[in-house]
């Protein structure tokens, strides 16, 4: 889809807070020029989780140093079971201690979690810091560290609590995948899987096609799949800034399920991307029993999760009513209901209102 | 300045997020209605402190059942000590427990640590949720509750914490003033005369001329000063809403000291209004000290506030290494300089780049 070593912009148009995504291999040691150029300067924190700031902290830091920052190093643990308001306060004590004002930059460098939580902390430290965004998950890549969505997780549900904070830029080096922990990767497929399925048909079948050559870590492959996930993030969030306009909400395919079942599992058991590949084999079952779609849409969606390596099964045990009542808390249910997402055929979807209950009565 | 008993409405423009402000007397008993008539329906959380949640709970309760919503009422204790990150915890946890939805709606009354701390929750509770503002100080209803500023405090400093959210629509009754400790009603003038100083001549003048009726709590007086001030902090809101163009920043006048002032005192010993005196008189000599601005206007605005009640003079002990180490760390300062605002004469005034040690340098 692209020469190997060619570097990809995607712009993000957001009027005054767009932003461009930057995708390519080798991208870490210009961080630092690339921040430069984009006119910031001063202090800048860099924020990271343990795993991968031994892994990515020294360039980063050495980068910024080099543009003339001066930057200073911020890790919290790895998991998502961090992902909540004791490591914020943790987050804004180092945060304040290193002494940023209102222009330094915030620079996360990690997966979902890291992005989120100091993306967080970067929305509300002196009500808004600027920050850049180095995703080095495919999940991030492709879907968290777009649309300026931050949050914490909550013992009532997950992301309860977040922020909209558009980053100024965002840098996704495709080599990053090359440290990710196989089941990582994998996981991340589901969400590329998903773009297919919701908005590119013709995506989905180079999924189909190309997928041994994607699981190999392809350089070429990864830099034209990562950016082909985000011109279509970037298409849906700029129509949607906000997810106000519901534009948006047909990003929550298969996430509706997806997140009852990683609260049920108390965020332990899945990583993101496989509790969506589960929901959104449920949400095409939903979809065949109303009628919307056909059985060889849902058979070609499992058939190509399941190569990747994702799970598509609800594990045995978990009831409907326990499922039911975990997706009655979902922050986008509106009293009581709940907009689910359908797929018509691979590529196009369509929404329909129903109850938590209706949603698990179609399973 | 106004009929007794008129409601004035001033318009807070920020094109979709525009609101009114409500200012009348006796409005409590029709919160209900006038929040329904706004297209808001459900679930509705009442937010407040235990002192005024004694006072305005049930009316405000049962207005809103009357006028068909689901109301919850939810308080924390008083008290700017409360305004922080455990308090927003347990906010958090009682408001996600009343099982709020994306558009339930946040009703806020109270003081100005009531409406930060509700509105910090308001803005960051699944993404952002619609708020209603009911202040009961006069702080509250000439400057807090207007402008989308929430925040918290941090061992740091003040307001370290926090985000712009706009409420969608503010009812400011005079009525409650009555309840209000006298030395929290005479706080609250410190901002009415900020407004007079910083824009403002005649309002000012006026202010010199009816002081002692408004300090008998003239209704009529009252509405028409609330909503002289409110018309000001609107336009300067307007114009300069996440205080980005620099225009906002003159409300910021007194507030450079006034808010180290607070730091240094653990928040305990000035309220935020006394403080605000004092650092507006701090302000003023520099000013002067500066050329800015004459003799006559610091001493016309130092018998003002010592008229009022209020506090002109930075406490013997209080050295100026410390104020000047407190100044720094204003997440306003950029490169550690701070954008000092200073009085040309009352009713204009003007900016200067200092360093904390040349502000303390000048007093």
């Given at each position: 889809m692209t020469a190997e070593?060619?570097?990809?912009?995607v712009e993000v148009g957001l009027g005054p807070r767009s932003y461009s995504i930057v995708i390519g291999s080798g991208l870490l040691p210009d961080v630092g020029t690339r921040l430069a150029s984009l006119g910031f300067h001063g202090r800048a924190a860099v924020v990271t989780s343990e795993r991968i700031g031994a892994l990515y902290r020294e360039p980063i830091v050495e980068s910024l140093r080099a543009a003339g920052f001066h930057p200073t190093a911020v890790e919290f643990p790895d998991g998502e079971e961090h992902k909540?308001?004791?490591w914020l306060a943790v987050l804004y004590d180092?945060?304040?201690?290193?002494?940023l004002e209102r222009r330094s930059l915030v620079v996360a460098v990690?997966?979902?979690v890291v992005t989120d939580l100091a993306g967080f902390a970067a929305a509300t430290?002196?009500?808004g810091l600027p920050m850049a965004l180095v995703p080095t998950t495919l999940v991030g890549q492709v879907d968290a560290a777009i649309g300026g969505k931050t949050g914490m997780n909550h013992v009532l549900?997950?992301?309860?609590?977040?922020?909209f904070h558009q980053p100024r830029v965002?840098?996704?080096?495709?080599?990053?995948l090359r440290t990710l922990p196989r089941r990582e990767f994998i996981a991340g497929l589901s969400e590329t899987i998903k773009y297919g399925i919701i908005r590119d048909a013709a995506l989905f079948r180079h999924l189909e096609e190309r997928l041994s050559e994607v699981l190999e870590l392809r350089r070429d492959l990864l830099v034209g799949l990562v950016a082909a996930c985000c011109r279509h993030k970037a298409a849906v969030v700029g129509d949607d800034?906000?997810?106000?306009?519901?534009?948006?909400?047909?990003?929550?395919?298969g996430h509706t399920m997806g997140h009852a079942l990683e609260a049920l599992t108390d965020y332990r058991r899945f990583l993101h991307g496989e509790a969506v590949a589960i929901g959104m084999v449920a949400a095409a079952r939903v979809s065949r029993a109303l009628g919307r779609c056909g059985s060889e849409t849902v058979g070609r969606l499992e058939r190509l999760l399941k190569r990747a390596g994702l799970p598509t099964e609800i594990p045995g045990g978990m009831t409907p009513t326990a499922l039911a009542l975990a997706m009655q808390t979902d922050k986008k249910s509106v009293d009581g209901r709940i907009r689910f997402v359908c797929v018509e055929e691979i590529g196009r979807t369509s929404f329909v209102e129903l109850t938590a209950q209706e949603i698990v009565n179609h399973l």
């Open positions: 070593g060619a570097v990809q912009e909540n308001l004791a180092r945060l304040l201690e290193v002494g990690g997966g979902g430290l002196l009500r549900g997950k992301n309860l609590i977040g922020a965002v840098i996704a080096d495709v080599d990053v800034e906000r997810e106000e306009g519901g534009g948006r909400m047909v990003l929550n395919f």
